[in-house]
């Protein structure tokens, strides 16, 4: 139950802890008692705009006003399609299209869409809050959240309560303790969904949350909060740890009582490096398809004890409470352990599926016995493997989609729009390890001529700025497999040498 | 070294690591309002300022600066 665990939970702290600080965002501190009178007068703001629809477009600016729209959304029992004001206009319009939006609350008063479109909620201060409990369904949607796709379109994971209740009963099993003396780190764009963890779970605790303003430089401001709050709970990519690495002799967090890594895999040497930096941290790598709630599964890394790996990458461990994770071959037949097949997951915190996207949804879900009882499994994409004590260990994507800066992206959706700009010639889209370490995307047009910077202008004019490739190349001819599609790894080679 | 030749050279990194002038090398400009300085840019931004001056930056340094003038600030600093 969203309304008894959650909704209920918060609105409990806020009577509990009013004058403790809920938030600090860009150095400003907001109690409990501040963002509940915002969140309250925002729900008269949406209820005066009498909408029929139970969604909602949310600017997800970095900002009190932003996070006390997602909670007056909650509480109306709708829920919210993040839109992120620095991705292109055009990439918004289409996620705005697509969900079928009326509305887009913002907390900007130069928004950059119509006037008609947007509800501005900096104007809810004059308003009388509604601090009312209304029951909220189960199967009401929390969130939508458009995900990368390959036919050039994104698609929106449907993300309803009961999926949302589900995760944090999960998530809290796993045996965090946290209380209103915590403080926490909520470094991710709130299009992307580890961000609901990051702060929904401090917020029913009494604890703060601190955000990172959207102009800076992430991972040395986040550096900063660690060291000057003291920040007791933090989520991190593990690219973004690769970034602090060269200041690692620095780095000494004694305060820091949990770091997740979450968002791609884990590389276990700088894990351990990691270690090291927060000596008194238990250290965990979750991992999860948005499709399946934020994570799924968890598995903790133990100092100086064996840790599991494949590839060099930890392990993802067991599944959470109430999920399902089952390895199959090609036919749909349950692996041995210690083979690899692809992961397929169920359980309530698992999507009723994409929004109004039929084609996708019959290729994502299936139907499976499991212990007797049919239950409705999503396809996952990843190369998997279970141990002989029932670890998950974690092999990389079955697929053309791949992880950067935790985003997860479809190479296709960035050829997609690349063939558009070179007249429909081939694109070729790759990733390759750049300067610093991380993955970065290379671009290969089937082209004798090549205008760089006419290509850049307009796939960001189409895709958000981590979508961008970081180096393009022209091929006159692009090598062909024995089935005469493109042979992308010989085409790889090639660039290599360039 | 002076102000302006610290200037000259920051300006000089940018361009190179960015692959364009866009723009103004002013105090309280911010990464933000440079077109392609991200975390991956900025990275590399800063190990080449390191070479260029032969100093090191701590992690300390870099959270705190917040604007280009601040970049200077520390660069003169370490560098006197």
Known sequence: MFCKNIIKKFVEIVSKYPESNAFCIDDTFYTYAFFWNLVCKQRTLIINQKLTDKKVGLVVNDDLFTYASIFAVWMEGMGYVPLHP???????????????????????????????????????????????????????????????????????????????????????????????????????????????????????????????????IKYSYVFGLLDDHDITFGIFAPSM????????????????????????ASPIDLINEWAECIPNARVFNFYGPTEATIYCTCYEF????????????????????????????????????????EMYVSGNQVTQGYWKNHERNIEAFIELDYDGISHRFYKTGDLCLLDDDNDILYYGRLD?????????????????????????????????????????IALCLETDKLD?????????????????????????????????????????ELIIKL | MQRNNIVEKVKEILIS?????????????????????????????????????KIKFKLKDLNKMRNIGALIDIISSKIS
Request: hydrophobic share 40%; net charge negative.
């Open chain 1, 86 to 216: 620095k991705f292109p206009t055009d990439r918004n319009l289409e996620i705005i299209r697509q969900a079928e939006l009326h509305k887009v609350l913002d907390s900007n008063i130069d928004s950059e869409f119509d006037d008609e479109l947007v509800i501005q909620t900096n104007a809810c201060k004059s308003l009388k809050p509604t601090t009312r409990i209304i029951d909220v369904q189960d199967d009401s949607l929390a969130y939508i959240l458009f995900t990368s796709g390959s036919t050039g379109q994104p698609k929106g994971v449907q993300i309803s309560f009961k999926n949302l209740d589900s995760f944090i009963d999960a998530f809290l099993d796993v045996g965090f303790k946290l209380d209103n003396t915590d403080r926490c780190l909520q470094c991710f764009d709130l299009t992307f969904d580890v961000s609901v963890q990051c702060f929904l779970v401090p917020l029913i605790h009494g604890a703060c949350v601190y955000t990172v303003p959207h102009e800076q």
């Open chain 1, 241 to 264: 740890i690769n970034m602090l690495k060269p200041y690692f002799d620095e780095i000494d967090l004694k305060k820091l009582r949990y770091s997740i890594l979450t968002a791609e």
């Open chain 1, 302 to 341: 133990i100092r100086n004890s064996f840790v599991k790996e494949a590839n060099g990458m930890l392990a993802i461990g067991k599944p959470f409470k109430g999920v399902k994770a089952v390895i199959l071959d090609g036919n749909l037949g349950i692996v041995d352990n210690g083979k690899k097949g």
């Open chain 1, 400 to 440: 053309n989609q791949v992880k950067i800066q935790g985003y997860r992206i479809e190479l296709g959706e960035i050829e997609f729009h690349a063939r558009r700009t070179i007249g429909g010639k081939s694109a070729v889209a790759f990733i390759y390890q750049g300067q610093t370490g991380s993955d970065e």
């Open chain 1, 452 to 492: 760089k910077n006419a290509i850049i202008i307009s796939l960001k004019a189409k895709l958000p700025s981590y979508m961008i490739p970081t180096k393009i190349y022209n091929l006159d001819k692009f090598p062909l497999n024995t089935s005469d599609k493109v042979d992308r790894k010989q085409l790889k």
């Open chain 2, 17 to 53: 690591v960015l692959e364009h002038e866009g723009f103004e090398l002013t105090d309280d400009l911010v990464a933000a309002d440079v077109s392609g300085w991200d975390s991956l840019t900025h990275m590399i931004i800063i190990s080449s300022i390191e070479e260029e001056f």
